[in-house]
């Protein structure tokens, strides 16, 4: 079946710009989160989306980034006056809950680079 | 939550086992460890995980000492497809939100 996906695979802008990231997690899946990751390092929790309930934004790094989840289905990261430090690959899972525990599905990212 | 440590990087020789371990000295009664693995320009992926007994699946096998301080993720013929960066993570099962703390994780280069 579909995984999870991520468009665009690549962005490239320039500081100051705004950005949209999307992500089309696994129909029915009820849990959705964004990472990040910069180069060399490992995944950075942004923020996560559980059905209805208000989402978990601690992982923002500024009020240049939000993110919205439209029917309990679609997200899209924004990412708004751009700086050249935002530039990673931007990581989306959802989730499953198999046999008691929560597997996470990532889609393949979008690497967005901040000239 | 509790953290790992793992060692930056290993290598590994083609159709030999690969033993990655996994330091989590302050991991909890109810904390399960994963392990997740993500090849060059992917998202990462689910291999296996386990709360004290040792587990194995169809892609690695996890042996979990009896203090559960420690882990080590056992890939028993490593190919070259097995090269990537593996991450150990410790967390309650069930549970959701900011708890999937990925780590650097131990990049593993698998050797011809």
């Known amino acids: 079946g579909a995984g999870v996906s991520q468009s665009p695979s690549n962005k490239v802008t320039e500081k100051g710009k705004d950005v949209e990231l999307r992500c089309d997690p696994i129909?029915?899946?009820?849990?959705l989160y964004w990472y990040r990751q910069s180069l060399g390092q490992g995944l950075e929790f942004l923020i996560y989306?559980?059905?209805?309930?208000?989402?978990?934004k601690s992982g923002l790094p500024s009020d240049r980034f939000s993110a919205e989840r439209t029917g309990g289905s679609v997200s899209t990261l924004t990412i708004q006056r751009t700086q050249q430090e935002d530039s990673a690959v931007y990581l989306c899972?959802?989730?499953?809950?198999?046999?008691?525990?929560?597997?996470?599905?990532f889609g393949p990212g979008t690497r967005l680079t901040v000239l | 939550d509790a953290k790992t440590t793992q060692p930056t990087s290993m290598d590994c020789a083609e159709g030999r086992a690969a033993n990655l371990p996994c330091n989590h000295s302050?991991?909890?009664?109810?904390?399960?460890v994963y392990w997740y693995r993500q090849i060059h320009s992917q998202g990462p992926q689910y291999i296996i995980h386990?709360?004290?007994n040792n587990e194995t699946n169809e892609m690695a096998s996890l042996i979990i000492t009896e203090d559960r301080k420690s882990s080590t993720l056992i890939l028993p013929h490593a190919t070259l497809r097995d090269t990537a960066v593996y991450y150990c993570?410790?967390?309650?099962?069930?549970?959701?939100?900011?708890?999937?703390?990925f780590g650097t994780g131990t990049s593993l280069t698998v050797i011809p």
């Open positions: 989306f559980q059905g209805n309930s208000a989402p978990d």
């Open positions: 993570i410790v967390r309650v099962a069930g549970d959701t939100g900011n708890q999937f703390y």
């Open positions: 386990g709360l004290k």
């Open positions: 899972a959802s989730i499953v809950r198999l046999a008691g525990f929560n597997e996470q599905f």
């Open positions: 302050t991991i909890s009664g109810n904390e399960y």
């Open positions: 129909s029915g899946h009820t849990a």
